[in-house]
């Protein structure tokens, strides 16, 4: 009965590779959102979708890239990783309803590791 | 530019109280969120303040000030379990959510 999911919990690769994280949400929900986390704690915006629009923070290169098979689904994909992408990636959802609030509802994170 | 500020680190007694400050500066307001994060864990929602005044939850309690562009998240009798960073947020004119870097709350015995 678990809200958010993703998977794997942990990843650890080498420079250059490619890879993917898998998010599923069974709230409901219409909008879901990828998020950084690095070492310094700071919890930094990278992706909110919903199936009409995609916003994408600009500071994220285009190495990375969501893909959404359905409104519960929001993968991130990322290409030739790098050794500053070691972080924590959450994956979040939230009802996102013009005059109402929008609680995101948060995955447990990958922790990604690049060697 | 948007910010969000709020203190890096607390340090309070357990069974004390403890207020952690949040200021904004954000292209409009939604409201503000403040969330709960353990070390290696998710955040998870503690509260959300629209409107002038005290939100009181239990133990904890928001207050929001919109023309100062200030809230505080007040902590009571506090608990071991308490540590954790408490992350403040605010909702934009465009419903995007600008977050703070969080304040990091240490308990001592």
């Known amino acids: 009965d678990t809200a958010v999911s993703q998977t794997p919990k942990y990843l650890v690769t080498q420079m250059g590779n490619d890879k993917s994280i898998k998010c599923e949400q069974n709230?409901?929900?219409?909008?879901m959102y990828w998020y950084k986390q690095d070492s310094k704690k700071f919890l930094k915006i990278m992706f909110s979708?919903?199936?009409?629009?995609?916003?994408i923070n600009e500071t994220v290169p285009n190495r990375f890239s969501p893909k959404s098979p359905d409104k519960a689904h929001l993968n991130l994909h990322i290409n030739s990783l790098e050794l500053g992408d070691s972080a924590v990636y959450f994956c979040?959802?939230?009802?996102?309803?013009?005059?109402?609030?929008?609680?995101?509802?948060f995955g447990p994170g990958t922790r990604l590791t690049v060697l | 530019g948007q910010n969000i500020d709020q203190p890096t680190e607390m340090t309070a007694t357990e069974g004390a109280i403890v207020q952690i400050n949040c200021t904004y500066q954000?292209?409009?307001?939604?409201?503000l969120f403040w969330y709960q994060q353990h070390a290696g864990e998710a955040p998870t929602f503690l509260s959300y303040?629209?409107l002038d005044g005290l939100e009181e939850k239990g133990r904890f309690s928001s207050f929001l000030s919109r023309s100062k562009g200030y809230s505080y998240l007040l902590l009571k009798e506090l608990q071991m379990k308490d540590s954790a960073s408490y992350l403040c947020?605010?909702?934009?004119?465009?419903?995007?959510?600008?977050w703070g870097a969080g304040t990091k709350l240490i308990i001592k015995p």
């Open positions: 709230l409901g929900h219409d909008t």
């Open positions: 954000t292209s409009g307001f939604n409201g």
């Open positions: 303040n629209v």
């Open positions: 979708y919903n199936n009409k629009e995609l916003i």
């Open positions: 979040a959802s939230s009802v996102r309803t013009s005059g109402d609030y929008n609680e995101q509802f």
């Open positions: 947020a605010v909702v934009d004119s465009n419903y995007q959510l600008i």
